[in-house]
């Protein structure tokens, strides 16, 4: 089936340095993933798709210089959240959908980031 | 604005019991309605669902979407520990693959 290697899958780091999380569809190409955030006890929120080749779209309320995205191939996305902040802490996931819609869509396995 | 609400939030049951989940969405040009079933990362599919009445399974799991009421039901038959999890149902709607969650239900399955 559809698999999507998300990593790291933890991490922590120091405020203000920056944090690069890579999704990569492993047997499938996928040109769009949607990077979702979900806190604790809360649900999954869309922060945004990414296009490959081109910019991403987010969603009201994001800020799109903080969370940088790139999708420069058909197998890979990032994540950078940059100069982060205690507050940004969360679960970060994203997903894909691999060809056909009976099977959804497949979420990486998620990047939990604690920022101290 | 996109919305989806699951309920009961959460559910204590023991292991041979049926359960029902519930989730209804008011979403914008309605494409399906997904179910998940998150343990402790990633969410894992169970069914997609985009025809009204048409009921899907896999092994004790069934759903079934309602178009018209605009809601969807999850079931559980005779649960088991390792049915504990959050429960989490989506709806795709105008936009393709952006997907709206619901809160989720807690679901502990006690022996």
């Known amino acids: 089936g559809a698999v999507v290697s998300q990593h790291p899958s933890w991490v922590i780091c120091k405020s203000g340095t920056s944090v690069k999380i890579e999704c990569r569809s492993l047997?499938?190409?996928?040109?769009?993933m949607f990077w979702y955030r979900q806190f604790p006890k809360q649900s999954l929120m869309l922060m945004a798709t990414s296009n490959e080749g081109s910019k991403a779209t987010y969603e009201q309320g994001v800020e799109k210089d903080k969370f940088l995205i790139n999708h420069a191939s058909l197998t890979l996305s990032t994540l950078t959240v940059t100069s982060a902040h205690p507050e940004d802490s969360s679960f970060y996931i994203c997903s894909a959908r691999a060809g056909t819609a009976h099977y959804g869509y497949t979420f990486g396995s998620g990047t939990r980031l604690t920022v101290v | 604005e996109d919305k989806v609400v699951q309920s009961p939030l959460s559910l204590v049951v023991h292991e041979g019991d049926t359960v029902t989940l519930n989730c209804s969405y008011e979403?914008?040009?309605?494409?399906?309605l997904l179910w998940y079933k998150q343990e402790k990362k990633a969410p894992t599919f169970l069914f997609m669902l985009t025809s009204s009445g048409i009921e899907k399974k896999s092994g004790r799991l069934s759903s079934i979407l309602d178009k018209k009421e605009l809601f969807s039901i999850l079931n559980i038959t005779a649960t088991q520990t390792g049915d504990s999890a959050v429960y989490l149902c989506a709806a795709e709607g105008t936009s393709y693959g952006k997907l709206t969650f619901g809160q989720g239900t807690i679901l502990t399955v006690h022996p």
């Open positions: 047997d499938f190409q996928a040109t769009t």
């Open positions: 979403v914008t040009n309605f494409r399906s």
